[in-house]
Nanobody
């Protein structure tokens, strides 16, 4: 089984940056997709960025393109999300995810079998 533990959230001013980390345990198959989703109170879950574990192929939501970067450090079994130029609308609980589905519509929450507990990101104006 896979366990995912997020860290790195916090409170920042608009325009600031954060790097979220996700420590994975258990075996992550190279066919898995890994990623970050977020959910603000009253809103639906939305995909932020995903990466194919075996190939480093990535996909980003339009809101994060050019501002967010997803990457992985296999030696540390850790997934990262670098977030730059944060805006108040980025405020949400951010979840690390992993799933065994195919690389189709990778930003769909239903594709992912494993979810971390979340780390809160709050961006103030």
């Amino acid at each position: 089984q896979v366990q995912l533990v997020e860290s790195g959230g916090g409170s920042v001013q608009a325009g600031g940056s954060l790097r979220l980390s996700c420590k994975a345990s258990g075996y992550i198959n190279y066919s898995y997709s890994l990623g970050w989703f977020r959910q603000a109170p009253g809103n639906e879950r939305e995909g932020v960025a995903v990466i194919a574990h075996g190939s480093d192929t990535t996909a980003y939501a339009d809101s994060g393109k050019g501002l967010f970067t997803i990457y992985q450090d296999n030696a540390k079994n850790t997934l990262y999300l670098q977030m730059n130029n944060l805006k108040p609308e980025d405020t949400a609980m951010y979840y690390c995810v992993a799933g065994s589905g195919t690389w189709y519509d990778p930003l769909s929450p239903g594709k992912y079998d494993y979810w971390g507990q979340g780390t809160q990101v709050t961006v103030s104006s």
